[in-house]
């Protein structure tokens, strides 16, 4: 975490913070209230000073993880990479729900390549890229109706990119050509939302999407 600091987002957070500190008998020097806590205080402090100060921050609203605060301080109520992830659905006109569902549709793999977005999806840059028709719109938006699915970055960059540069007669790639034909996001069941689909960022889930629920929104729990 170095060069990062972190800053108590209300009084209340402050206050919170002092008082669990205070029942867990901290130092003088944790114990001053002050807007930022350095680098070399949140080293200092134990897992259970640490624990304490985690249990007084607000969590994201999207993914309900409180850690990200430590790195990121409360700037807002989302965490950086679902802010992300919200961002690159709306340049494509799109929900993260409905981003949620066309990933499930594609049981989390790239369509082209079979690969999993894995552990590297989960921080950073999205391991995801939006793949839309530029034969409808050509710029790095559209308008949501074009859009085919979630590729891998190589798939979307390179790969499908050049294969949509060939003449017709060498397109002869049938795993592309039945993307292209059936794109996951233009079939019946990326219509349909599930539970699942509403609470947080698919995408970001890695190998541990199998936890969300298969269940429609039309099927009350």
Known sequence: MSGTAVRFRTTSDR??????????SVGPSILRLVDWLTDDEIIALTSEEFDAWV?????????????????????????RQCRNAERQARRHNLTRARVNAILRVQDDT??????????????????????????????PTSCGQCVRGLLCK???T?????????AADLQTWDHANAYLTDPPAHRPEAAVL???????VRSRDGSFADWRSNRPLCEPF
């Not at 999207?62 to 807002?76: E, H, N, Q, S, Y």
């Not at 921080?123 to 050509?138: A, L």
């Not at 390179?158 to 060939?166: K, V």
Request: hydrophobic fraction near 30%; aromatic fraction near 10%.
């Open 55 to 79: 249990d007084t921050l607000e969590p994201c609203k999207v993914c309900f993880d409180k850690l990200w605060r430590v790195d990121a301080g409360p700037r807002g109520r989302v965490c």
């Open 154 to 156: 190589d798939c979307n």
């Open 110 to 139: 790239c369509p082209l390549c079979g690969c999993l977005g894995g552990d590297s999806s989960m921080e950073g840059t999205s391991w995801w890229h939006i793949d839309h028709d530029h034969r409808c719109c050509p710029g």
């Open 158 to 166: 390179r790969g499908l990119a050049w294969y949509e540069s060939l």
């Open 194 to 200: 599930f539970h699942g689909d509403l609470t947080g």
């Open 15 to 24: 206050a919170g913070f002092t008082a669990a500190a205070n029942q867990l």
